[in-house]
């Protein structure tokens, strides 16, 4: 396909630099918007968000930026609406008066699925969403006023629901790096060799990040995909256990695993696992970093990074 010029905001975070580095391999030009970006503004002030659409003048958006935390979110459901809604529908009006033909990728969260991950089967799409947190609820408006404004404005949006994803550079508080960035303590003799952990019955359906953003740019660079909301999973779930016993197999010291009270959640849904047949079926797209590899290459990233 003849390379695109994407805006894409969000690029600083754990998933935009990915972003940025594959969309940039696969030739495409990009242009970031956002704090920190080289359209240094404020995705929710409407008049930066149309004066930086009209100079870019984007073929297609990649909108990342967001209020990711649920913690955080809950201390400030405004401001998860006004960031996670409000800018991406400045993003996607202005990006419509310019360029009506054009791909507008929108990332949201599995979280929208809610209780609904409760039945423990691979989600699909067309499931029902009970989103059980303000971060989750944002998300999913988002999600809908995408589609129904690009259906009215002539832009193709295509909405992710990306499940859980790991990878080198992920902040501690996800659940890969809170055990690795350990391992790594322990091994550097910063830590008495005592791995604390939260509810290890959990299961997730992780996807590496190279993972995840290769499914972004299939999506972007699919002529003719249909418009709607696609998952990003893997399809394979691993049980919390199970990220212990791969992060450990790489561990170059012996490593207790105990139960720590604060690491547990009020509540916890018990599995989440998607399908990404839709994906799969649109767009060719596969996973390629298994599992374990992934595990030992953020290992290998904590013993490299200084705190
Ligand atoms: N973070 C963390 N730290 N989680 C732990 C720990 C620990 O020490 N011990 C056990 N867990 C369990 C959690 O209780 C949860 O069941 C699971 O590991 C995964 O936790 P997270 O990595 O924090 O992810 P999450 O599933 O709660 O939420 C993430 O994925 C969602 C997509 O489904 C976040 O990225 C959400 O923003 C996102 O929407």
């Given at each position: ?297 953020v290992l290998e990233d904590w013993r490299q990074r200084v705190e």
């Amino acid at each position: 396909m003849s390379p695109l010029k994407v805006l894409v905001t969000g690029a600083q975070g754990f998933v935009g630099r990915y972003l940025v580095q594959a969309l940039l391999r696969h030739e495409h030009e990009v242009v970031t918007a956002g704090h920190r970006c080289a359209y240094d503004i404020d995705l929710t002030d409407k008049l930066a968000v149309f004066r930086c659409m009209k100079e870019v003048r984007p073929d297609a958006v990649v909108h990342l930026a967001a209020v990711s935390n649920v913690p955080y979110a809950w201390e400030h459901p405004a401001q998860a609406v006004e960031v996670n809604v409000s800018a991406s529908i400045y993003l996607l009006e202005a990006f419509a008066q310019m360029q009506p033909q054009g791909t507008f990728l929108f990332v949201g969260s599995s979280d929208a699925y809610g209780l609904t991950a409760k039945a423990g089967r691979p989600l699909v799409e067309t499931d029902l969403c009970q989103p059980q947190n303000p971060y989750a609820i944002s998300k999913l408006c988002a999600e809908q006023m995408m589609l129904q404004l690009g259906h009215r404005l002539g832009v193709r949006v295509l909405a992710t629901r990306s499940f859980n994803h790991f990878g080198p550079g992920q902040a501690k508080g996800f659940v890969v790096s809170d055990f690795a960035s350990q391992i790594a303590a322990v091994e550097r003799g910063e830590q008495e060799p005592v791995l604390r952990v939260g509810d290890l019955s959990a299961a997730r359906d992780f996807t590496f990040v190279t993972d995840v953003v290769a499914a972004y740019v299939a999506l972007l660079e699919t002529k003719g995909i249909a418009p709607g909301i696609y998952n990003v999973c893997s399809g394979q779930t691993h049980e919390i256990y199970e990220v212990i016993d791969g992060l450990l197999q790489f561990s170059l010291v012996k490593i207790k695993v105990a139960k720590d009270p604060e690491r547990f959640r009020p509540s916890e849904v018990p599995r989440f696992v998607g399908s990404a047949k839709k994906l799969q079926e649109a767009t060719g797209w596969r996973p390629r970093v298994p599992f374990l590899e992934g595990l030992g290459r953020v290992l290998e990233d904590w013993r490299q990074r200084v705190e």
